[in-house]
T-cell receptor
């Protein structure tokens, strides 16, 4: 079966750095997305990785290792508005998105 | 601005009373998706359209139907809502790159939160 694993919940302090991990086992791989979802709202696109390595975009970076079936999302200089769920999703061999359940990130002052 | 619009944002219906949720897009994307998302869970794909080709997920209940009359609009019909159908319903679109779905970034509407009384 296909599986995406992420921690259910994480807590971090405003101004700090947090790393949210995602491991996957899917039938094929055609890229990995990270989406941010605030409570009661739709997911919004953060990043897309298809090659190994680190993609940096402002305060957010995303890393991929295809051989390990592993990705992480790194958030720097945390702000209160970063409190949200972060969803990892993998594009499988049928070009379908396989979604993780999301990691709820709680930011404390 | 090009976008995905869902109406209504909040929908209340009664147990067993049919309800229709609507989605429209100005992105001119080929593919439209309907997801169901319950609290603290991953979005669950119900079905998607590639142009007019309808693709139903194997575990989508028959209670859920969809229509796509044209590129811009897609509807989700729930024929006899049960209490377990209370959820956020997300519409998304994507535009395949040449050769297929090779990128598949999905653009989401704001969602419709369905309450079943």
């Amino acid at each position: 079966g296909q599986n995406i694993d992420q921690p259910t919940e994480m807590t971090a302090t405003e101004g700090a750095i947090v790393q949210i991990n995602c491991t996957y086992q899917t039938s094929g791989f055609n890229g990995l997305f990270w989406y941010q979802q605030h409570a009661g709202e739709a997911p919004t696109f953060l990043s897309y990785n298809v090659l190994d390595g680190l993609e940096e975009k402002g305060r957010f970076s995303s890393f991929l290792s295809r051989s390990k079936g592993y990705s992480y999302l790194l958030l720097k200089e945390l702000q209160m508005k970063d409190s949200a769920s972060y969803l990892c999703a993998v594009v499988d061999s049928n070009y379908q998105l396989i979604w993780g359940a999301g990691t709820k990130l709680i930011i404390k002052p | 601005d090009a976008m995905v619009i869902q109406n209504p944002r909040y929908q209340v219906t009664q147990f067993g009373k049919p309800v229709t949720l609507s989605c429209s897009q100005t992105l001119n994307h080929n593919v439209m998706y309907w997801y169901q998302q319950k609290s603290s869970q991953a979005p669950k794909l119900l079905f998607h359209y590639y142009d007019k080709d309808f693709n139903n997920e194997a575990d989508t209940p028959d209670n859920f139907q969809s229509r796509r009359p044209n590129t811009s609009f897609c509807f989700l019909d729930i024929r006899s809502p049960g209490l377990g159908d209370a959820a956020m319903y997300l519409c998304a679109t994507s535009r395949p790159t040449s050769g297929g779905y090779s990128y598949n970034e999905q653009f989401f509407g704001p969602g419709t939160r369905l309450t079943v009384l």
